[in-house]
């Protein structure tokens, strides 16, 4: 049985999505815990009701990234986990924390990496006239957003698109590109080489949705 943990800042929807399939799809695996950097994060009233440990650390109450970090790790690590989960932790990770985990740490983007790194991707994704948008789920390095890629789901920009619109409709694929990823982690079916990572069904790494 693999620990999960899952890390996050706000609604926790992806979390919501990963916990469900873990439950209804019987993964050989436990959420072990959530966890926030905010007390307000919606999420962690889900956690909860679900029975699962939820703790939260402050980043205001730190001087720096790295003591930051280094609490996090600690709590973390206290639930002994095989992955831990990024989703929706809107929070920079120092080098050293992203180092601890490699390997074994996720991340949600709602971009297609390598575009639109960093905040705000949908309103970018827009002004910039792309016909294509989505959502990646990655290994984590130092370097923000970036990593060897698990899969990705597309979606079109439609001419009337506004943030809210395109973000809702990305958001729908995040929650089937992410339990789909956290599970093939789970069940060791992914390989990583050269930066790349690959599983069996190389198809079932790309996702093409019209709605
Ligand atoms: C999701 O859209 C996720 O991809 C994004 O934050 C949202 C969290 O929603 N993450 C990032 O932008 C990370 N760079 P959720 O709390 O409902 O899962």
């Not at 009233?45 to 930051?68: C, L, N, P, W, Y």
Request: glycine content about 8%; some cysteine.
């Amino acid at each position: 049985m693999k620990n999960i943990v899952i890390l996050i800042s706000g609604r926790g929807s992806n979390m919501e999505a990963i916990v469900q399939a873990c439950i209804a799809q019987n993964w050989s695996a436990r959420i072990a815990a959530v966890i926030s950097n905010k007390a307000s994060a919606a999420g962690l009233e889900f956690a909860a009701r679900h029975g699962i440990a939820t703790a939260m650390v402050d980043h205001k109450q730190f001087d720096s990234r790295e003591a930051f970090d280094t609490e996090l790790a600690k709590v973390i690590d206290g639930y002994q986990p095989d992955l831990v989960v990024l989703a929706g932790f809107m929070r920079i990770l120092s080098e050293g924390f992203v180092r601890h985990y490699e390997g074994r740490l996720l991340n949600i983007h709602p971009s297609l990496l390598p575009a639109f790194p960093g905040l705000h991707t949908h309103e970018r994704a827009i002004e910039a006239g792309c016909k294509l948008a989505g959502a990646t789920v990655h290994l984590v390095t130092p370097e923000l957003d970036h990593g060897p890629i698990v899969i990705q789901a597309a979606v079109p920009v439609l001419p009337e698109d506004t943030g809210d619109t395109l973000s809702a409709r990305v958001l729908k694929q995040e929650h089937q590109i992410y339990p789909r990823a956290v599970r093939w982690f789970v069940d060791g079916e992914l390989t990583v080489a050269e930066g790349r990572v690959s599983h069996r069904s190389a198809q079932a790494q790309v996702v093409w949705a019209a709605d």
